[in-house]
């Protein structure tokens, strides 16, 4: 898919969530750098259950809106 090539273009490593809560909390516990989804899904998530301590940063990838999920204070957000 888009999403995994996306990660290997940050020469990042994949993993699967069950669903959307699952891959903040792990963003927010340290677990994973970063979440990638749909940037529309993202948002709207954070937005009706917020995480404290992350932020979603919004791009484009061939027509597509992406986001990543990440902590506040993640150096990738820099790079984003």
């Given at each position: 898919?888009?999403?995994?090539?996306?990660?290997?273009?940050?020469?990042?490593?994949?993993?699967t969530?069950?669903?959307?809560?699952?891959?903040?909390?792990?963003?927010?516990?340290?677990?994973?750098?970063?979440?990638?989804?749909?940037?529309?899904?993202?948002?709207?998530?954070?937005?009706?259950?917020?995480?404290?301590?992350?932020?979603?940063?919004?791009?484009?990838?061939?027509?597509d809106?992406?986001?990543?999920?990440?902590?506040?204070?993640?150096?990738?957000?820099?790079?984003?």
């Amino acid at each position: 898919s888009t999403g995994e090539e996306i990660v290997k273009n940050y020469n990042g490593l994949l993993y699967t969530v069950s669903n959307i809560s699952e891959g903040f909390q792990m963003v927010r516990e340290g677990k994973v750098d970063a979440f990638l989804s749909d940037y529309p899904i993202l948002q709207y998530n954070l937005k009706d259950n917020p995480v404290e301590g992350t932020e979603v940063v919004q791009f484009y990838e061939d027509k597509d809106n992406y986001g990543f999920c990440v902590a506040y204070k993640n150096p990738l957000l820099l790079k984003l």
